[in-house]
């Protein structure tokens, strides 16, 4: 008697064990879990990918800065300026005698930049004194 109600009791547990076991497996395999699972793994891989290119970029970016100090140190552009010497172009612009607000149009040899007036009784932009607004 002992010894049917020993398998008996095993039997019973064993059942109950494969049912619940079979019933997670069933529950881990409908829609709505399936998705969950793949929703919560694309976020695990972006958040990988984001900490990957963050990483990527602050290398990008500090090989960059060595290199174009590398490229400054190779041309020169590092050394210290000689502050009694003027540049090229501001000089020829001085020589010439023309004012500084003027001076790019003349390093190029362009024509004199078109004049404003302003009226002060309107308040508005007058090309060489002719207003295009007024009445006629």
């Not at 190029?108 to 009784?121: A, F, G, L, S």
Request: aromatic letters at 6%.
């Amino acid at each position: 008697m002992f010894r049917r109600t020993f398998w008996f009791t095993t039997g019973v547990a064993a059942g109950v064990w494969a049912t619940t076991k079979v019933n997670r497996k069933l529950k881990q395999l409908t829609p709505e879990s399936l998705a969950r699972t793949a929703g919560n793994k694309a976020i695990e891989a972006g958040h990988r990918l984001k900490d990957r290119a963050v990483d990527f970029a602050l290398d990008v970016r500090d090989n960059m800065a060595q290199r174009e100090a590398e490229l400054g140190d190779a041309l020169g552009l590092n050394a210290p300026i000689d502050p009694e010497l003027p540049s090229p172009k501001l000089s020829a612009s001085l020589e010439q005698g023309v004012p500084p607000s003027r001076r790019h149009a003349a390093i190029e040899n362009r024509t004199e930049p078109k004049t404003y007036v302003i009226d002060t009784t309107s308040s508005t932009y007058k090309k060489n004194s002719y207003n295009r607004n007024e009445d006629h």
